[in-house]
């Protein structure tokens, strides 16, 4: 956008200060352009005078004064000024800004959409909850942050594919089927011991209720009922998981069985290729991976001394499943408790060849609920976790979805139940949607008048003068920076926080400004406004997965 008549700005000044011999002529500098956090220091800053300074030998205040000096022949800016110990600040003239609006109509908030990706193929594999209980609200928060990241990666130039990894070979599955088989014996009348180390939720009893309802043909032998009500209960509670994340908006492209790694082979050439590189090597009786080689972390075991594979072994065929499949750039999303598992996968990465920043990892924090200022358990139907589903029924899916990106991923989180069924300013939800209302009832009331919705699109932005006008196409435009770095850092909580404050200086402009007046080309002037403004939060909103109603 803008940003570049800032760059060509201090390009040019660089090469100025080269010709009259004040850097030296093989001097390229590094510095970076980013929109100061208060207004009053201009639309944007750069720190290159500090960037210069152990270069230059002198202090940044005065190399940014002599790069100042150079800069002020530009014809793009109202003023450029040296602020602090050496920042540059850019205040550009406003008849650009107004023209980037007009431009931004015309061709529509797509043209807001930075190309960061270039078509690269992206899997984001989140949620991958284990088939043996329902969603928590945890799996709930990454199953926002996943699928908000992919729409934003999506948007931004990448190809994106979303799967859930479903561990149904582990010895999780074989205790939900001790567990279902216990309680089928229990509710059949046979007094059994129900072990602490078994599933303990409500939910398995219902399993094994229903199973008993429907009549289904338990084998007698324990070993095979064991088995079979292994395969049926992680089978139920792998549909309510698909119809508790369908009815939260998300959708998977893809849901890969750990059991096809064993099937397909990819298991055992994963070893073949860690023996051959002498990355696996075996001791007292175990085969262990060398992480060592790659990460300050200790050797991990791959086959334990009983023959069985460790689950880290499957995770490295996955992987290299997944780099198989022409996938430039693997995003992985787990709580934040498997923190300490990052530098072994890292390391296996570059042990099938791969470079490590080929895979990014992604932590989700814990939520805490909160009702009435203080935390609250909301059940205990699950065992010692509240759900996802109960979370969707007391608030609903637009208030869930955007609570959950409030704050960054790995930052603990206070959902706030009161707050979010509130349909007051205070609710950040109600407040975005409320602002897209209120400019759909302008419009309308608009079209009522007599206005000419056509004709809005030749309107005369520069009678768009009122700090708060400039303020708010500044704020529109922004949104292509907003993109650009919730998709190069991979943080999706930036598409929230940015609509939150443009809806804010919506308001504020409203409340001040009359849209609708008797001077015709101002009306279709703000109408333009408001119209690009409509755009963007219509597009962030759909981003988060949140209704954008008409009327409210």
């Not at 022409?326 to 995003?331: A, G, I």
Request: glycine share 8%; proline share 3%; with cysteine.
């Amino acid at each position: 956008m803008l940003r570049k008549i800032v760059t060509k700005i201090i390009h040019d000044a660089i090469e100025d200060a080269r010709n009259s011999g004040l850097v030296p002529p093989d001097i390229k500098p590094n510095f970076i352009i980013e929109i100061p956090r208060e207004e009053g220091f201009g639309d944007y800053s750069t720190n290159i005078a500090f960037t210069l300074a152990p270069v230059l030998k002198k202090k940044p205040v005065d190399i940014a004064g002599m790069l100042a000096g150079l800069m002020k022949k530009s014809t793009s800016c109202n003023s450029i000024e040296v602020a602090g110990s050496g920042f540059i600040n850019f205040s550009l003239k406003d008849e650009l800004w107004q023209q980037l609006l007009a431009d931004v109509h015309r061709k529509g908030t797509e043209s807001l959409y930075p190309d960061v990706g270039g078509g690269k193929k992206v899997l984001i594999e989140f949620v991958s909850a284990n088939p043996t209980g329902p969603l928590h609200i945890g799996h709930g928060r990454g199953a926002a942050v996943g699928d908000v990241l992919a729409n934003i990666l999506q948007k931004t130039g990448h190809f994106v594919q979303k799967e859930y990894y479903i561990n149904d070979a582990g010895r999780q599955i074989k205790t939900l089927g001790r567990s279902t088989f216990l309680r089928f014996k229990e509710l059949t009348g046979d007094a059994v011991e129900y072990e602490k180390d078994l599933y303990q939720g409500d939910y398995v009893r219902e399993l094994a209720g229903r199973a008993i309802e429907e009549k289904l043909p338990v084998p007698a032998d324990p070993e095979e009922a064991v088995s079979f009500l292994a395969q049926f209960a992680s089978r139920a509670i792998m549909d309510g998981i698909e119809k508790d994340l369908g009815d939260f908006g998300v959708f998977f492209d893809n849901f890969f069985l750990e059991s096809t790694l064993y099937a397909s082979g990819i298991v055992d050439e994963t070893l073949r290729i860690l023996k051959q590189q002498g990355i696996a090597y075996e001791n007292d009786g175990a085969l262990w991976f060398k992480t060592s080689l790659f990460e300050k972390d200790e050797d991990r075991v791959l086959i334990k001394s009983d023959g069985e594979n460790t689950y880290f072994t499957s995770d490295i065929a996955y992987h290299l499943d997944k780099f198989k499949r022409s996938f430039d750039m693997l995003v992985d999303i787990w709580g934040s408790d498997h923190h300490g598992y990052i530098p072994r996968l890292r390391a296996s990465v570059q042990a099938l060849g791969r470079n490590k920043e080929d895979l990014k990892f992604l932590l989700i924090q814990f939520v805490t609920l909160i009702k009435e200022g203080k935390p609250v358990g909301m059940s205990t139907r699950s065992g010692e976790f509240t759900t996802l589903r109960e979370v969707l029924d007391e608030v609903g899916r637009d208030a869930c979805r955007f609570f959950f990106l409030m704050r960054k991923s790995d930052a603990h989180l206070e959902f706030d139940l009161d707050l979010a069924r509130k349909t007051s300013n205070e609710n950040p939800v109600y407040y975005i949607q409320y602002a897209h209302a209120r400019i759909e009832s302008i419009f309308r009331n608009a079209a009522d008048a007599g206005v000419d919705l056509e004709a809005i699109a030749g309107a005369d932005c520069s009678l768009l003068v009122l700090k708060e006008e400039l303020e708010l196409i500044k704020w529109i435009t922004r949104y292509h920076g907003v993109l650009e770095g919730s998709s190069r850092n991979l943080e999706p909580h930036r598409i929230a926080f940015y609509l939150i404050e443009l809806v804010g200086r919506f308001h504020s402009y409203y409340n001040k400004t009359r849209v609708l007046g008797t001077d015709i080309e101002l009306t279709r002037c703000r109408l333009l406004l408001l119209g690009a403004l409509r755009g963007v939060i219509r597009d962030g909103l759909g981003l988060i997965g949140v209704s954008i109603p008409e009327r409210m």
